[in-house]
């Protein structure tokens, strides 16, 4: 956001780091709570970064999320989670868009104000005389790992760290080979169609690095209008992200956990999350690890396989001269 309340010494006035940060880390801390799901971030990241449209890209009929998930050609996602509201929780009685009042130009209760009845939404029906559902909205991204197994498994050195530690595919090394869309425990990275610009190859979020380098914060964070996508030194929004945590926990929101915040299966995110329900409610994996982390374990049972078979065929070798 461009006139973001939270200020650091180590960015500019513009909201991007200044110069002789390098070497400081830098991320996201998306804020879910306060998602409104304008997906001014996904117009601005495409814009700015020359993403293509999705050739796939419809109207899915289940949700106004149309994007679907991130890709190639979606570098950052806007989810919609339809969800009946949870019965042990008060709500005010407003549902859907009707958040941000009715609008003239269509008939009253159109947007949701006089629902009789709530419509099942990702399979899941509301209880008995529960008419109120809630929209839980995010902002998905690129996670930039501290460990990123998209790195390690590249075998051109097409992915690499930048000197504010966030994670970058340069697409004129990448050869295409798909061996980083197999790794990422997220699902992040794709090849992009061929056709395309530069189709064949592998894309993905790169936390805008051209304007890290100009001292300017990210597009989409920029874009934001609520302040969900804050950029920072990552330290700074992790101190951050668990006093928010604390204020909305203290108020008597359900639900409320940091996703990627700390030490995992990753080694943490340099993107991380504020969520108001379960991981796997938002699509994100539960525990994700890099396929990589017990490479040495893996090896050093094979290697200690390869010489029982040795032994075990230099032993039959040797009685069968007998």
Not at 47 to 57: K, T
Not at 234 to 241: G, T
Request: a negative charge; glycine letters at 14%; one cysteine or more.
């Amino acid at each position: 956001m461009t006139h973001s309340p939270h200020a650091s010494d180590l960015l500019t006035h513009s909201g991007g780091p200044k110069a002789g940060t390098e070497g400081t880390r830098f991320g996201f801390f998306t804020d879910t709570s306060v998602c409104i799901g304008c997906k001014a971030c996904e117009v601005a990241c495409k814009e700015w970064n020359g993403v293509p449209a999705r050739e796939d890209s419809d109207f899915t009929g289940t949700s106004m999320d149309n994007t679907g998930a991130l890709g190639a050609d979606t570098w950052r996602h806007v989810a919609f989670i339809e969800q009946p509201a949870p019965t042990d929780q008060a709500w005010d009685g407003r549902v859907g868009l009707e958040w941000f009042g009715e609008d003239p130009g269509l008939p009253a209760g159109a947007h949701g104000a006089e629902l009789g009845v709530v419509p099942e939404f990702n399979g899941e029906a509301a209880p008995a005389g529960e008419h109120s559902f809630r929209w839980l909205m995010s902002s998905d991204v690129c996670k930039h790992c501290t460990h990123a197994a998209c790195l390690e498994v590249c075998p051109t050195g097409a992915i690499f760290y930048t000197e504010f530690q966030t994670v970058v595919v340069q697409d004129d090394v990448c050869n295409g080979c798909g061996y980083c869309v197999t790794a990422c425990p997220y699902g992040v990275i794709e090849r992009r169609s061929p056709g395309q610009p530069g189709g064949g190859g592998a894309f993905k979020c790169t936390l805008c690095y051209d304007r890290m380098c100009g001292q300017q914060q990210p597009a989409c964070a920029q874009a934001c209008p609520t302040d969900s996508i804050q950029f920072g030194p990552l330290e700074e929004l992790r101190e951050r992200a668990s006093v928010r945590a604390d204020e909305l926990i203290e108020a008597g929101v359900p639900g409320v956990q940091l996703y990627g915040h700390g030490d995992d299966g990753v080694g943490g995110n340099g993107a991380f999350f504020l969520l108001l329900d379960d991981p796997e409610v938002y699509g994100l994996p539960p525990d994700p690890v890099t396929p990589t982390r017990n490479l040495g374990e893996i090896w050093s049972w094979a290697g200690a396989a390869a010489v029982g078979l040795v032994a075990a065929i230099g032993g039959a070798l040797l009685g069968g001269r007998r």
